[in-house]
């Protein structure tokens, strides 16, 4: 049974930092693109980032939306399953249910929709105010 598993979420003040991790069993990371998405209140789904694990460690293949550059930062540890996604610099418009994805979402130079996903993870709450 494929499972993915968030944690990490919560609420801190806008200027503050999370992690989120999600936690696969039941396929290996090193096989898949994996991919964080978000829905903010009252609206549809938004890509945030991807992470292709097959790239090397010299050029590891991350890609983000434009609202997140320089703040957020993906990640994988392909030994524990696990993806990560770092979050600087929050603002009170982050405050959305995060979710991770296994599947390829971004793929020539863009991203291609989510109907490449082949498994979700539960959505976890991320609330910033002050």
């Known amino acids: 049974e494929v499972r993915l598993v968030t944690s990490g979420g919560g609420s801190v003040q806008p200027g503050g930092s999370l992690r989120l991790s999600c936690e696969g069993s039941?396929?290996?990371?090193?096989?898949?693109?994996m991919s964080w998405f978000r829905q903010r209140p009252e609206k549809g789904l938004e890509w945030v980032a991807s992470?292709?694990?097959?790239?090397?460690?010299?050029?590891?293949?991350?890609n983000y939306a434009d609202f997140v550059k320089g703040r957020f930062a993906i990640s994988i540890d392909n030994a524990e399953n696990t993806l990560y996604l770092q979050m600087n610099s929050l603002k009170p418009e982050d405050t959305a249910m995060y979710y991770c994805?296994?599947?390829?979402?971004?793929?020539?130079?863009?991203?291609?929709?989510?109907?490449?996903?082949?498994?979700w993870g539960h959505g976890i709450q991320v609330t910033v105010s002050s």
């Open positions: 039941g396929f290996s990371f090193g096989d898949r693109a």
């Open positions: 994805a296994a599947g390829i979402v971004y793929s020539g130079g863009s991203y291609c929709g989510d109907r490449g996903v082949d498994y």
């Open positions: 992470i292709n694990p097959k790239a090397d460690a010299d050029h590891l293949d991350t």
